[in-house]
């Protein structure tokens, strides 16, 4: 078999990468002066690159392979659903056998009442989709003015214009601005923001920040509110327990939307099925991607509640994308929940491998750089600071240790992401007991090898 991505030396892949493709969130003359790094095929949850090296991935790719790399059964199915039909539309009062049976899968799925599904290709999509949804569905119920809605900074909900604006990445904003309309309140992030207060005390400040925007917007104004039921790209942020049940209170009580964006929470990756179910959330509204595929195909969703979904039947809704619900993508999700559910993934996370992966996570806790340490499923974090018990940052520019930890990680054929000084994890769900202690003792050498560098460098020093 022709393996494509192997075609040529590395140098000469690099070379023409720099010279054609742009890629996201990359500094591109920084990376064109190194050279990108080629993964050539995986399997399981190990990448191997164009130079031979077996990498262990311990971010899923980007929070999404939740079956694991190399499932034979998908790649069967996207040949025989392209033979059988490769494309077709769901506009225009059509529609195909796959995404009727993914809506339906889905609505089995998803928590309480949720039970109407509209496609999307990419969780970026889903959320301009909710922006759409929430303001039409005020309309209709005649209440044209509720079109404001409250997110958080250092949220991620995706890079189109639409959904980057939900998010709070300032970077982002940065370049080419924002659509109207939306309000950001703070992140319930103790470590880095919480200050003398008690972490339940912070979690009940944070989220009474959204009740001060309602009432300073005015409950008229307000369509809802979007979160993630833990932050994934900005840095694996756990809430305090008292957030959750404070902001459904409000909720609840100014009878505005609740969206929970579960693009990374869904499918298993907090040790249920979604994590508004770990959380003990009651959205009305629910964004799904990543692993509802397990990234095979781009495949995204909004999935709102039966009372939603009746108010936007009563008009038509002028949205969609030619690939909302693609044949292709659909027939492969479908199979891709299959696994999950048939295998027993979803409830095996639940039960073995994330206790497992907490304690050899939280092991990490006594290195000298470590912490702040978070896991909640299969996703964790560990916060590298200076000193411990004033929850120091460090002097140098925010990431700049984070980046020399991850290049460590690399260089130990560990990938684990970094977002500013934090590192992060979220691995396969499949990954078992003993790949999981390669990935800590991995994870040790990098923080080791880091720690050291750090301290030559004379970086060793707290933020005043
Ligand atoms: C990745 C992500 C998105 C965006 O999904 P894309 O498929 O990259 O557009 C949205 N929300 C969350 C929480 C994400 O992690």
Known sequence: MTQITNHMPTEELQALDAAHHMHPFTHGGELAGKGVRIITRAKGVMLHDSDGNEILDAMAGLWCVNIGYGREELADVAARQMRELPYYNTFFQTSHVPAIALAERLAELAPGDLNHVFFAGSGSEANDTNIRLVRTYWQERGKPEKTTIISRKNGYHGSTLGAMSLGGMAGMHAQGGVVQGIRH???????????????????????????????????DKVAAFIAEPVQGAGGVIVPPESYWPEIQRICDRYKILLIADEVICGFGRTGQWF??????????????????????????????????????????????????????????????????????????VG??????????????????????????????????????????????????????????????????????????????????????????????????????????????????
Not at 280 to 293: C, Q
């Open 185 to 219: 309140i703070d992140q319930p992030n103790w470590w880095a923001e919480g200050g003398e207060m008690s972490p339940e005390e912070f979690g009940l400040e944070r989220a009474r920040q959204l009740e001060k925007a309602i009432l300073e917007l005015g409950e």
């Open 351 to 464: 039960a073995e491998t994330a206790p497992y992966l907490k304690e050899a996570w939280e092991s990490l806790g006594d290195h000298p750089m470590v912490g702040d340490v978070r896991i909640v499923g299969m996703m964790g974090s560990l916060a590298l600071t200076p000193d411990k018990e004033s929850r120091a940052t460090f002097a140098s520019d925010a990431g700049t240790v984070g980046l020399m930890c991850r290049e460590r990680c690399f260089a130990n054929n560990l990938v684990m992401r970094h977002v500013g000084d934090r590192m992060i994890i979220s691995p396969p769900l499949v990954i078992t007991r003993d790949e999981i202690d390669m990935l800590i003792s991995r994870a040790r050498k990098a923080l080791d090898e880091a720690y050291e560098q750090v301290r030559e460098a004379g970086l060793w020093k707290a933020a005043s």
């Open 275 to 348: 994590g508004s179910q770990t959380l003990n959330i009651r959205p009305d509204i629910i964004t799904v991607a990543k692993g509802l595929s397990s990234g095979y195909q781009p495949i995204a969703a909004s999935i709102v509640t039966d009372a939603v979904a009746e108010v936007i039947a009563g008009c038509e809704f002028n949205h969609g994308y030619t690939y909302s619900g693609h044949p292709v993508a659909a027939a492969v999700a479908l199979e891709n929940l299959r696994i999950l559910d048939e295998e027993g993934i979803v409830a095996r």
